[in-house]
Nanobody, 114 residues
């Protein structure tokens, strides 16, 4: 049974930082490219960042480039999203996802206050 469990969300003031984690089980994590998505109220889910299986290549949406960093620890079956200089518009539910087979986590809420 595949499980992706996100954690680390919360309420933070604009300019602050949060670190999200996504712990995977039931998959061979080390061979999976991983995504972080987010969905704000009334908006479509959007890809925020992607990291290849070895971590050698990453992708960021323009809106988060220079502020967010995706990383992974294959020994811990975990992918991270370090979010700095947070803005009110970063408020959303954040999800991790496997690129292969499209497994999703349940999401973690990030709320940035002004």
């Amino acid at each position: 049974q595949v499980q992706l469990v996100e954690s680390g969300g919360g309420l933070v003031q604009a300019g602050g930082s949060l670190r999200l984690s996504c712990a995977a089980s039931g998959i061979i994590f080390s061979i999976n490219t991983m995504d972080w998505y987010r969905q704000a109220p009334g908006k479509q889910r959007e890809l925020v960042a992607r990291i290849t299986s070895s971590g050698s290549a990453v992708y960021y949406a323009e809106s988060v480039k220079g502020r967010f960093t995706i990383s992974r620890d294959n020994a811990k079956n975990t992918v991270y999203l370090q979010m700095n200089s947070l803005k009110v518009e970063d408020t959303a539910v954040y999800f991790c996802k496997t690129v292969a087979y499209g497994y999703w986590g349940q999401g973690t809420q990030v709320t940035v206050s002004s």
